[in-house]
């Protein structure tokens, strides 16, 4: 099982320390084409901007931005409706998947947010985790846009071409799969780790604006690695789905800017260890 502090980490940089990196920027060359990857964090706060300005040079000169999802679609309350039966059980609710001592913890912590414990037993473990952690983001002041909303918002404004790397169905069935088969310790670990929050996130903040591609790989990356299936399905699985289609966009005159979770950036089975792979030059911005 994979420890909640990575699960945290996941939410933040997934849906991306060399001591002395500079962001989280990097540029994918191979005869004379060329595109930008950035690795995104999807919660900010509001002094997280302005954002480190690599962002803005790769963005200035790009054409076509690319995310991992379509982010108008999957803010569309049409699109919400549509999905939210997925992630809701449709037999018994999470406090039968959840230990009596783990059910007293969640309802202990529970009332002391003054949330109430209907709006969380009918959700799938993951999405539970999901809606409790984004109110502890907000809690410390986390509840701006993340770059990828940011960067939508410019694109749109200027008319950037946009596309998406993936559905917004076939994310939202990865979300309602997390934590499956072991709901009661993702529970347990997600409110053990909230006794530590503030701390880890503020170091999850720094990692990502310094692009320390070590650091990521030897703090998030490895507590998710201990959790074999869930890194294969929320990492290794989407990154070789992703990579011919960057690879596409390498072979186009246009200039892309691709945004995704950094932590899909980096370590072994990571997009720029990939692209080397590859034989394309990766030089961080």
Same mark, same amino acid.
């Given at each position: 099982?994979?420890?909640?502090?990575?699960? =945290?980490a996941?939410?933040?940089?997934?849906?991306a320390?060399?001591?002395h990196?500079?962001?989280?920027v990097?540029?994918?060359?191979k005869?004379?084409?060329h595109l930008?990857?950035g %690795?995104t964090?999807h919660?900010?706060?509001?002094?997280d901007?302005?954002?480190?300005?690599e962002?803005?040079?790769?963005?200035s000169?790009s054409?076509?931005?690319?995310?991992?999802?379509? =982010?108008e679609?999957?803010?569309d309350?049409?699109?919400? @409706?549509?999905?939210?039966p997925m992630?809701?059980?449709?037999?018994g609710?999470?406090?039968?998947?959840?230990?009596?001592?783990t059910?007293?913890?969640l309802?202990?912590?529970l009332?002391?947010?003054n949330?109430?414990?209907q709006?969380?037993?009918p959700?799938?473990? %993951?999405m539970a985790t999901?809606?409790?952690?984004i109110?502890?983001?907000s809690?410390?002041?986390?509840?701006t846009k993340?770059?990828?909303e940011?960067?939508?918002?410019?694109?749109r404004?200027?008319?950037?071409?946009m596309?998406?790397?993936e559905?917004?169905?076939?994310?939202?069935?990865m979300l309602a799969?997390?934590g499956?088969g072991?709901?009661?310790?993702?529970?347990?670990?997600?409110?053990e780790s909230f006794?530590?929050f503030?701390?880890?996130?503020?170091?999850?903040?720094? @990692?990502?604006?310094?692009?320390?591609?070590?650091g990521?790989r030897?703090?998030?990356?490895?507590?998710?690695?201990?959790?074999?299936?869930m890194?294969?399905?929320m990492?290794?699985?989407?990154?070789h789905?992703w990579?011919p289609q960057i690879?596409?966009?390498l072979?186009?005159d246009?200039v892309e800017?691709v945004?995704?979770?950094?932590l899909?950036?980096v370590?072994?089975d990571g997009?720029?260890?990939l692209?080397?792979a590859?034989?394309y030059d990766?030089e961080?911005?």
């Open positions: 099982m994979k420890p909640a502090g990575s699960f =945290i996941t939410l933040f940089l997934l849906f320390f060399g001591a990196a500079d962001s989280s990097w540029k994918i060359s005869q004379g084409q930008f990857i %690795g964090a919660v900010l706060s509001a002094e901007y302005p954002l480190p300005e962002f803005e040079q790769a963005y000169v054409e076509k931005l690319v995310f991992e999802v379509d =982010i679609q999957m803010a309350p049409q699109s919400q @409706a549509a999905f939210a992630l809701v059980y449709d037999e609710d999470l406090s039968t998947r959840l230990e009596p001592e059910l007293d913890r309802k202990r912590y009332e002391s947010r949330i109430p414990l709006t969380v037993l959700l799938k473990a %993951g999901i809606l409790l952690t109110g502890e983001m809690r410390i002041g986390m509840s993340g770059v990828d940011y960067f939508n918002a410019r694109g404004k200027d008319h950037k071409s596309v998406a790397l559905t917004v169905g076939q994310q939202i069935q799969n997390l499956k072991h709901e009661d310790e993702l529970i347990r670990q997600t409110l006794e530590q503030d701390g880890l996130v503020a170091s999850i903040k720094t @990692a990502w604006r310094c692009g320390d591609r070590a990521l030897n703090s998030g990356l490895a507590d998710m690695q201990r959790d074999p299936q890194y294969q399905t990492l290794v699985q989407r990154n789905a990579l690879e596409r966009f072979d186009t246009e800017f945004l995704v979770g950094v899909h950036l370590g072994d997009l720029l260890t692209l080397e590859q034989g990766v961080q911005l």
